[in-house]
């Protein structure tokens, strides 16, 4: 039996001369809540894209549950859902509507569609929202239903790329209660954020990238390593945030 | 201010010059200098009878570019209200530095290579008038200039829905057919093209703010001050008005088009293909692009088909429904382009390749079919002879099948990378300008593809035989059933080999 949800090694790519990713090995067990922390730049939408399938990668492997994205792309993605950040949903359609062709997308039958649609609508808080098209949704209302649209297909892992970016605080505790019950029930997680203290309430494995490289991956008190994830992450990355800095014309 | 806005439009444009975007600017260029040439030629090169009409003609021409060339999409890419909405600054101010700002770009250059044939045609009337060329031409630039920005402006303001998507379609349509069939209408007034321009049409002319320079210099050659007072305070005048009405649009926030969805009445779409289908069809009438696009054919397609009524030529019309599809098609092969990075939700749903690109040609189909059909009937009926019906009925099916085709096929092969729905402005015609070049791709791969029936039409039609001529249209059928099916399992196998790569050109 397989015990990773995810397995990457070797993963790399390169943008022209930026090396973006730089051969990182990671591995996401089954079960678990899994945060990849790192500034911005640092690689993370880049790993992600590359492990969940969309972006292809100069070299390496990776795995969903054992099985190879790349070489049998349909069998993995019947296993993950994706929430990718910034990228366009089918805009010209309501929620409800783009739920609906996502489902049918993926072959799910017809009354199964009908009521996760419904299910999922109502839990996000988006039923209201019945005439209005993905377009004019806000930044948080387009987290949810992209959220939702992950969730769809009753994946056994989730790939959330800033999934809590814009969201208020409200629906952020109801993703959260999502998310703990999804991984309760047996599900993995497998979150990127830069919001420290989101990652050390949620997750209990974090890694921690920097310039395309994993500088630090494991248990989070193992990387915490008795510190807050906060100072451990500054200590890792080598930022320099030396407090005597200021702004001349800023008043005091 | 002013200055800092100026500089800040020349770095824009230096950084321009290099990249993807250099070949874009440089086709700006060099469509801009020839144009300018062309102008400066018809001037230069016309009789003494003849220069003041054509000069008349073609400064009405880049009046008409500079105030329909933005909402075709040729509005250019420098600084934007948006940009400097933070910046505290009153909207007189903000005016005149974006009007600075406005001036520096290879428009305003060209327009001013172009204007310089007032300055000819001063110097062929009389040296006297050359004094007053010399204002006159800077003021002609910056009333273009102030115009368009007011153009620019409105659009975006007062302009914001499906209708004004299509509204806007209409001018770029007809005027782009003129280009086409203009002969027509040279034939229909002049009774032929080498004749100078008529007299009363000249007249009008003059009465355009376009034509106010020519009226000052000409004036002036002939000693009426009074009346080059007049045209020059006309001028004067004219750019108050225009950086008058564009200040205050400046001051007015540009709402964002809000288009609803239908009330929900249920969907259950039986198969995958027929989920695409759907999700195609509620597209079509809610993006913008896509409206804007399908209206710039229909109206192209009926100027081009109705234009040789003026001189009793009606045998265009039953060709109306095959004109439609290719140019339909030409203008819709860019699905992918403008669906943007939501590529994502198609590549991660476990082997939807299929189903996309059979759902898209399905939809595209059920959109242009039914309209084409009947504008085929229409036009068979009213030209009321048969000759044409045998043209008609032996392309209408293979333009059908291959232009479903082609559709795709480019859409996955030729991506354009535009602005993502979610980030676009408000007016489609410059949103969706670097689909130009994909419509010229398919006019042309449409024709080579139709080939064996045009050759079976014309073959017949030059020998006068009626079975040759009907023979076209089983082949039409056949290749129109065999490219559509063809050229989409083309895209099918592109889209599940290198649909990532596709969504990267997009993102």
């Keep these: 039996m397989t015990t990773n949800a995810l397995r990457l090694a070797g993963l790399t790519k390169h943008f022209g001369e930026k090396v973006a990713v730089d051969a990182i090995d990671l591995t996401v067990p089954a079960g678990s809540f899994f945060g990849l922390v790192g500034p911005n730049g640092a690689g993370k ?92 949704y806000s930044a948080g209302m387009r987290k949810k239903i992209a959220l939702a649209s992950a969730l769809l297909g009753g994946p056994r892992l989730l790939v959330l790329d800033e999934p809590f970016e814009a969201v208020d605080p409200v629906s952020a505790l109801t993703i959260r209660s999502i998310l703990r019950r999804f991984v309760a029930g047996g599900g993995s997680v497998v979150l990127s954020s ?49 407090e005597e800095k200021e702004l001349s014309w800023l008043a005091s | 201010m002013v200055g800092v806005l100026i500089r800040m439009k020349w770095t824009i444009l230096r950084n321009s010059l290099t990249g993807t975007r250099a070949a874009t600017t440089i086709t700006g260029v ?35 570019g500079w105030i329909v060339g933005p909402m075709m999409g040729g509005s250019d890419p420098g600084l934007r209200r948006d940009h400097l909405r933070h910046v505290p600054l009153s909207d007189r101010r903000l005016a005149a530095g974006l009007l600075g700002a406005a001036l520096v770009g290879v428009g305003p250059a060209v327009t001013l290579v172009a204007g310089t044939s007032l300055i000819w045609y001063a110097l062929r009337l009389d040296l006297a008038a050359v004094p007053v060329a010399l204002p006159v031409l800077p003021l002609f630039v910056l009333l273009l200039i102030a115009l368009s920005n007011v153009v620019v402006a409105s659009v975006g303001r007062v302009l914001n829905s499906r209708l004004s998507a299509a509204l806007m379609a209409v001018p770029w349509g007809a005027l782009v057919c003129l280009g086409a069939q203009g002969w027509v209408i040279i034939a229909a007034i002049t009774g032929g093209p080498e004749t100078a321009l008529p007299a009363f049409i000249a007249d009008k002319l003059r009465l355009a703010p376009s034509g106010w320079p020519v009226v000052a210099i000409e004036a002036a050659a002939r000693g009426d001050w009074a009346l ?134 399905r939809a595209w189909l059920l959109l242009v079919a039914p309209p084409a059909v009947a504008m085929t009937a229409a036009g068979a009926i009213w030209h ?124």
């Design chain 2, 228 to 361: 080059v007072a007049a045209a020059v305070a006309g001028l004067v005048g004219c750019i108050a008005l225009a950086l008058g009405a564009w200040a205050s649009l400046l001051h007015r926030p540009v709402n964002p088009t809000v288009i609803r969805g239908a009330r929900w009445r249920g969907w259950r779409p039986a198969t995958a293909a027929a989920a695409v289908r759907g999700k195609e069809l509620r597209t079509w009438g809610r993006d913008l692009i896509r409206i804007h696009f399908l209206s710039f054919a229909l109206v192209y397609v009926l100027t081009y088909v109705l234009l040789p009524l003026l001189i009793n030529v009606t045998d265009y019309l039953p060709m109306a429904g095959v004109f439609f599809v290719a140019f339909t098609a030409a203008n819709c092969a860019h699905l992918h382009s403008s669906d943007g990075t939501a590529l994502w939700q198609t590549l991660l749903a476990p082997g939807a390749e299929r189903a996309d690109i059979r759902g898209r040609q």
């Design chain 1, 45 to 136: 939408t880049t790993a992600l894209s590359m492990a969940v399938g969309l972006l292809r990668p100069d070299a390496g492997t990776a795995q969903i549950f054992g099985t190879d994205v790349w070489r049998q792309p349909t069998r993995a993605k019947r296993l993950v859902g994706v929430l990718p950040d910034g990228l366009a949903m089918t805009e010209r359609l309501t929620g409800r509507e783009m739920l609906t062709y996502l489902g049918h997308l993926h072959g799910l039958p017809a009354d199964t569609v009908a009521s996760r649609v419904d299910e999922l609508l109502t839990v996000l808080d988006l039923a209201q929202a019945e005439r209005t098209l993905i377009l004019g």
């Design chain 1, 194 to 242: 830069h919001v420290m203290p989101l990652v050390e309430q949620l997750c209990d494995t974090v890694a921690v990238m920097h310039e395309g490289r994993v500088v630090a991956a494991g248990p989070i008190d193992e990387v915490r390593g008795g510190r807050s994830l906060d100072e451990a992450f500054i200590d890792l990355v080598g930022a320099d945030v030396a």
């Design chain 2, 30 to 64: 060099v469509a801009g200098l020839a144009a300018a040439g062309c102008t400066l030629w018809l001037t230069v090169s016309a009789g003494p009878d003849r220069a003041g009409g054509a000069l008349l003609l073609t400064l009405a021409s880049w009046l008409l």
């Design chain 2, 384 to 507: 009321g002879k048969a000759d044409m019906l045998a043209w008609a009925v032996g392309l209408l099916p293979l333009v059908l099948g291959a232009g479903a085709g082609l559709l795709v096929l480019i859409s996955v092969f030729l991506p354009v990378r535009v602005a993502d729905p979610h980030k676009r402005g408000s007016n489609p015609g410059s949103d969706g300008a670097g689909f130009s070049g994909i419509v010229w791709l398919a006019l042309i791969a449409q024709a080579v593809l139709a080939a064996p029936s045009l050759t079976l039409l014309i073959t017949g039609t030059v020998r006068d035989d009626e079975l040759l001529r009907w023979a076209a249209a089983p082949v039409s059928l056949v290749l129109g059933v065999v490219l559509f099916w063809g050229l989409g399992r083309l895209a099918i196998g592109r889209l599940a080999n290198r649909g990532p790569e596709l969504l990267a050109k997009l993102g």
